[in-house]
């Protein structure tokens, strides 16, 4: 894809949290993720959306649920309140119009337990210049069970504002999908093998399986068109700008893992 219309910048928990911890927040690294989807909002307005990931708030709220009790995961709307909260705060003082969203009033679950948007929401705040600032939520199915949909899964729904140019930029604290000490460049939903059998056991503490969860979700995301990138916040240096700019012109140094369903395997061109 060498043009996107919309970009998902999603902020892993691992990243501004300590998951092992309840409602654990480190603010500084949230004013540095902030100011950086705050540069990258103003250099492309009304077509960023921010995702938080749940860190110690989303996966403390949704561990050791009980199965048989339908309403079990409503404490994760409260706790993701207050971590989209803390994003709108902090991006209101980096001087942006931010906005805070809960999915599950902006979207719905599908028949297959797919959330898609129900509502003009997202794409209003987006045409009026707005930052929407989203994170995972729990959605009721057509019986009120409520139904955790993580953070990575999220930006699935936000591809329908821009069918087949969306970029979805998921960042965490490794390199990308790792296969020993190399950085997977790409990976497909028709050859994802190799880079699902690289996926090591995810800690206890983790909610929605860690890196083989997100890779499962950018498999799908990328099944619906979009291109998901992973790679490591702490990589992004003064400007976040190139994360706007095609992938075979982002800086040869970012490490990264590409996710798309077609294309050629992006090339450094600089
Ligand atoms: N093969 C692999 N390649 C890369 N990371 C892996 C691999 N196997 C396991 N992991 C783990 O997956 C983690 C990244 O996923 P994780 O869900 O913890 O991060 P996050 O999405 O940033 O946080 P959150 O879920 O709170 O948003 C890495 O820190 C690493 O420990
Ligand atoms: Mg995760």
């Not at 911890?21 to 705050?38: F, G, K, N, Q, S």
């Not at 709307?77 to 991006?91: F, H, I, K, P, Y």
């Not at 707005?130 to 993580?150: I, K």
Request: glycine fraction near 14%; charge should be neutral.
């Amino acid at each position: 894809m060498h043009t996107a219309d919309l970009l998902v910048l999603k902020i892993g928990g691992s990243l501004f949290s300590d998951k092992r911890l309840d409602r654990h927040l480190d603010p500084a690294a949230v004013r540095r993720y902030a100011r950086i989807a705050a540069d990258l909002h103003r250099a492309a307005p009304g077509r960023v959306v921010l995702v938080s990931g749940g860190g110690a708030y989303g996966h403390g709220a949704v561990r050791g649920l009980d199965p048989s009790e339908p309403f079990a995961a409503l404490a994760l709307t409260g706790a993701n309140a207050e971590l989209r909260w803390a994003w709108t705060v902090a991006l209101r003082e980096a001087g942006v119009a931010a906005f805070p969203v809960q999915f599950a009033a902006a979207a719905v679950l599908g028949p297959g337990g797919e959330a898609r948007l129900s509502g003009e929401s997202v794409a209003r705040l987006l045409a009026a210049g707005v930052l929407p600032v989203l994170s995972g939520d729990c959605l009721p199915d057509g019986s009120g069970r409520l139904h955790v949909v993580g953070s990575d899964r999220v930006p699935g729904a936000l591809t329908a504002l821009a069918p087949g140019a969306t970029r979805i930029v998921m960042l965490t604290d490794v390199d990308g999908v790792m296969d020993g000490d190399t950085v997977v460049p790409r990976l497909t939903p028709d050859g994802a093998g190799a880079g699902l059998r690289a996926l090591r056991e995810t800690p206890r503490w983790d909610t929605t399986g860690g890196m083989a969860g997100k890779l499962a979700a950018a498999l799908g995301h990328s099944r619906k068109g979009a291109e998901c990138v992973i790679l490591n916040g702490a990589r992004i240096g003064a400007d976040p700008a190139f994360l706007l700019d095609p992938v075979e012109k982002w800086p040869g140094n970012v490490p990264r893992t590409v996710v798309t369903a077609d294309g050629p395997v992006p090339e450094n061109v600089d």
